[in-house]
């Protein structure tokens, strides 16, 4: 027993039970709702067997009920190009950001900082904005493109079948720059001023610079911020009842609020759940990029 | 960098992109002082023509927002507390081994954030209901949305925790102290900046908590301010300018804070890597 | 163990704990609905003053909101959590009576005496009725019809509001003037139910209903609306406003003409500068077939009431007070023995006439336990012709194929 007590002061057992709490928390939390989202998708639901576990057993029907449905290739490309656009645009703008502000400039930092409200502002107001911002004829962006004389006509960001899936990229961008300059702002300042001094001496310019210290220094941050990113923009899911509804004709429909959709406005919370397992496979994979990227790191 | 001008370029460059970034906060001031008509003007008015600022008394009272901000306040603390205690041991842990066992428990806590909480919500309702927690709803809230906001959470300090140098710790376990000691007095205290600033996000994004709260707590006194911003949206109506009366009201606050404090939440991110 | 064991331990716990308090005199009913979030409904104003009576009943009265009203009624009901009555959108109200989650209240009714089942429009009643049997009572009702705005009528100099599609399609044309970003008419064709709300009444009119949609009238309402966004009388953002939003461009002056219901008129009073009327929709010929949208809420008890008499009995009062439900809360009740006092706007008392006349052709939407699945097939082939993605008929043909599928 006081090996025990002795393990857990000086050994692993401290570390098992600092970990181990965290574990059995999000387990309890977020584990058994995810089994009860698979175990749905195997199942028939119907409001009555909506509060239990025993229910008839479906085995694949409700997969190849969610492939059947005419929207379903159309939803895997809208979601493809949501998720690879959302984080090119907020890993690229955020980085090109990350950068600029770490230049040396009077009130670099307190404007770096402005820059941060996007996390403070909660996803509803940020529907709200958005969707006020990129309508069609009173639309305020619209009206700053015709002034500056970039387009002519009226792009209809939220009703054209061609701009609707990126007026929700456009939004989505804006919200999650804050969090993608803030992780890679932090990833640049934490490598040494020296390595560039040195390349600098060996003659290198600013993109060789880039390539060859930034890049490599940075492939953890990077991945981490990678990894939440996909995570945080397959969540997603505030902008697309504000913006668009998914509309016109599910052009702007992704998975997430596909799920949302069959589960909360057409009650069929089987089909719901099986389009989050499905979902799943996509993290699953962007997991294994992200804990692959840190097994290189080398601790400081 | 020898040529005088060029920090004071980069200095109008950065107000430029920011005026841009910004634009839709100043936007939503501007469209809750406009009447309910005037916003779907063409062409746009960028400053109302009547601005009406009694919608601020108007909507506080009319939404009884004293008590929506206090729920929320009560709820992101919660949230924030649960997660730093749990999350810190945990992101401590992970940081310190190398192993396939540490890359698994990384991979499990992403890979249990994946499902959006508005796939959650169901089973946690169920579950909360079985063990009797519907009947204290803001505590269920609080723990579903920890539960939500902790691997963030971790992957953020466990980076922070790379960052201290292990030599530290292992001359406090050679100087005699216990690993519990060496944990709260030297590694802790090194990490604290990076620790603090993750709690600060954490705590403003729990702020804005919205898809747990508007299942779980059904009596009006105990929800947040999301939750009392949904009642602006009826079926045949949506009051745009109350809408972004009350989103004002309620960003406007932490904005603020968060305005405050920008400085040290960005020096305290990069500092916390110590080099 | 299981979970419902580990749910029945903490039931006999909590039924413990309850056996500790002593016994309650009153019976306590727990009313759902979204009145009262911001200005005073019916239900929260009935329901303090019914509890302001103190009768041996109170009422226990939760708002929710709009969107998320069937959501947290299902859950609800599938955890035994469920409220004693609950309003719901008249849509929705198959979902729950279909499947016998709502109580029969057929005897109930008959033997009641403030309720006169006979004085209910057609439609409302419908909507709460399944296999022949009451399973609830309409509300309110409302319905759309179409608002013009006088004074560009005459600056175009047009005398009257258009009585058939392709005068309504002429006229917007008309009054279409870019200039001054006018357009000639506005709508809602978004991807939700208020789409389906505004374009089944042109399928009904031309013949066809919500388990017929590839009639040849349909594919021509259709494709008339197309034509209007393709001439831009109509702007393309109809696909994704809201009738709310898409009347506000008519109140703001930058649309000529709007389809929509009896809630704009208080708005309207106050934020219209000019002179406006309203028109019945227009028929596919003229003197054809009318129809229109049936809004409105209905009331319904849940099958799994401890208290059903108590229920009813709450239920009995919230019908008692119908007759203020005009003037107080400035909806229209769903019968026909309650004349609409004149309110003293004129333009507004004007405006009702036009929307009571047309509330006798309006058509409930199903009732359809899964309406929500049919709503959707119609409105996707809605937005895909709209948006010249598939021609008409292929995209309400294929609508027709998946509602087949959902009704048998």
């Given at each position: 027993m006081s090996r025990f007590f002795n393990s857990m002061r000086d050994g692993v057992g401290f570390d098992l039970i600092l970990v181990g709490a965290a574990m059995l928390f999000l387990l309890a939390l977020a584990g058994l709702p995810l089994v009860y989202n698979v175990l749905m998708s195997f199942q028939q639901v119907d409001m009555f067997t909506?509060?239990?576990?025993?229910?008839?057993f479906a085995g694949f029907t409700n997969y190849v009920a969610v492939v059947a449905q005419p929207e379903f290739w159309l939803v895997t490309k809208n979601t493809l190009i949501f998720v690879f656009a959302s984080m090119a645009g907020q890993f690229v703008i955020g980085f090109a950001l990350a950068i600029f502000f770490a230049q040396?400039?009077?009130g670099a930092s307190t404007i770096r900082g402005l820059f941060l409200v996007s996390w403070v502002m909660p996803g509803l107001v940020v529907g709200a904005l958005w969707s006020s911002i990129l309508a069609?004829?009173?639309?305020v962006l619209n009206f700053l493109l015709r002034s500056v004389g970039l387009i002519e006509g009226t792009i209809f960001w939220k009703s054209d079948p061609n701009f609707a899936l990126w007026a929700v990229v456009i939004a989505n961008i804006w919200l999650g720059l804050a969090f993608n300059m803030l992780l890679l702002s932090v990833g640049l300042a934490a490598i040494p001023r020296d390595l560039y001094e040195a390349a600098e001496l060996d003659g290198a310019n600013a993109f060789q610079r880039f390539w060859t210290i930034t890049l490599p220094m940075m492939r953890s941050t990077i991945g981490a911020v990678m990894s939440l990113g996909l995570i945080g923009t397959l969540q997603q899911f505030d902008l697309f009842p504000a913006l668009t509804e998914g509309g016109p004709a599910n052009t702007s429909t992704v998975a997430g609020y596909w799920a949302w959709q069959m589960s909360?406005?057409?009650?069929d919370f089987a089909k719901g759940a099986t389009i989050s397992v499905m979902m799943f496979v996509l993290v699953l994979f962007a997991s294994v990029v992200y804990v692959r990227s840190t097994r290189h790191e080398v601790r400081g | 960098m020898t040529r005088p001008y060029v920090p004071w370029l980069l200095l109008g460059l950065a107000l430029a992109l920011a005026a841009v970034y910004l634009f839709p906060l100043y936007w939503m001031y501007v469209t809750s002082l406009k009447t309910g008509s005037e916003i779907f003007a063409?062409?746009?008015?960028?400053?109302?023509m009547a601005p009406d600022p009694s919608i601020y008394p108007a909507v506080w009272t009319r939404r009884t927002m004293g008590t929506f901000m206090w729920n929320s306040v009560l709820i992101a603390s919660g949230v924030t507390a649960i997660t730093v205690v749990l999350g810190t041991g945990c992101a401590y842990v992970l940081a310190r081994y190398r192993s396939a066992w540490i890359d698994f428990g990384l991979f499990l806590i992403l890979m249990l954030q994946v499902l959006p909480a508005s796939v959650m919500i169901t089973p946690l309702f169920v579950g909360f209901n079985q063990i009797g927690l519907l009947n204290y709803p803001r505590t269920a809230v609080v723990l579903a949305a920890a539960a939500k906001a902790m691997p963030f959470f971790v992957v953020l300090v466990r980076a922070t925790f790379m960052s201290v140098p292990r030599e530290l710790e292992e001359a406090a376990l050679v100087d005699g102290n216990s690993r519990v000691g060496a944990f709260f007095s030297i590694v802790l205290p090194l990490a604290r900046n990076g620790i603090l600033v993750c709690a600060i996000l954490t705590f403003m994004s729990a702020f804005g908590e919205y898809i747990y709260s508007k299942s779980i707590i059904q009596d009006t006194s105990l929800q947040p301010a999301s939750v009392g911003l949904?009642?602006?949206?009826?079926p045949n109506s949506t009051d745009w300018n109350s809408i972004m009366a009350y989103s004002a009201i309620y960003v406007t606050p932490i904005l603020a804070v968060f305005v405050l404090l920008q400085r040290r939440i960005v020096s305290g991110l990069t500092s916390g890597a110590l080099k | 163990m299981t979970l419902k064991s580990i749910g029945l331990m903490a039931g006999i716990a909590l039924a413990a704990m309850s056996m500790a308090v002593p016994a309650m005199a009153q019976t306590v009913i727990k009313v759902w609905s979204i009145?009262?979030?911001?200005a005073p409904g019916i239900a929260d104003t009935l329901s303090k003053e019914f509890n302001e009576k103190n009768t041996d009943i109170q009422i226990d009265y939760r708002i929710v909101p709009f969107d998320d009203l069937v959501n947290e009624a299902l859950r609800a009901f599938a955890t035994g959590q469920a409220p004693d009555i609950i309003s719901l959108d008249n849509p929705d109200f198959a979902l729950f009576s279909s499947r016998g989650?709502?109580?029969?209240i057929t005897e109930r009714a008959a033997a009641s005496?403030?309720?006169?089942?006979?004085?209910?429009?057609e439609g409302p009643l419908n909507s709460v009725s399944w296999d022949g049997k009451l399973f609830g009572l309409p509300k309110y009702t409302d319905t759309i019809a179409l608002f013009y705005n006088k004074d560009l009528f005459a600056k175009a100099g047009i005398a009257e509001a258009p009585k058939t599609w392709s005068e309504l399609v002429d006229t917007a044309a008309k009054l279409t003037d870019p200039a001054s970003n006018t357009y000639g008419i506005t709508f809602s064709a978004r991807a939700g139910e208020e789409g389906t709300f505004q374009y089944l009444p042109w399928i009904q009119m031309a013949g066809g209903n919500y388990d017929n949609v590839n009639v040849p009238g349909a594919v021509e309402a259709i494709d008339d609306w197309k034509a209007m966004i393709d001439a831009k009388?109509?702007?393309?953002d109809v696909l994704s406003l809201g009738q709310w939003d898409s009347t506000g461009t008519f109140n703001s002056g930058n649309a000529a003409m709007a389809i929509s219901g009896p809630w704009e008129l208080n708005r309207m009073s106050t934020d219209a500068k000019f002179d406006w009327g309203v028109a019945l929709l227009p028929t596919q010929t003229e003197g054809g077939a009318r129809s229109s949208a049936l809004g409105g809420f209905n009331w319904g008890i849940f099958?799994?009431?401890?208290?059903p008499d108590e229920a009813f009995k709450v239920l009995e009062y919230y019908i008692s007070q119908d007759e203020r439900m005009f003037p107080e809360f400035s909806s229209i009740p769903a019968r026909s023995d309650i004349a609409l006092p004149e309110t003293g706007v004129p333009l507004k008392d004007a405006a009702l006439k036009v929307f009571q006349e047309q509330l006798q052709y309006a058509q409930p939407?199903?009732?359809?336990?899964e309406w929500q699945k049919i709503s959707k097939a119609i409105y996707d082939a809605m937005q895909q012709v709209l948006t010249g993605q598939v021609p008409a008929q292929q995209a309400l043909d294929q609508a027709q194929a998946t509602i087949k599928g959902i009704t048998g």
């Open positions: 909506l509060g239990s576990l025993i229910r008839p040396n400039f009077p069609g004829d009173f639309g909360f406005q057409l009650y | 063409n062409p746009p008015t960028f400053w109302p949904s009642g602006f949206l009826g | 009145d009262g979030a911001n989650a709502f109580l029969d005496d403030v309720i006169d089942t006979s004085v209910y429009y009388s109509a702007s393309q099958a799994s009431t401890k208290h939407r199903g009732p359809h336990p």
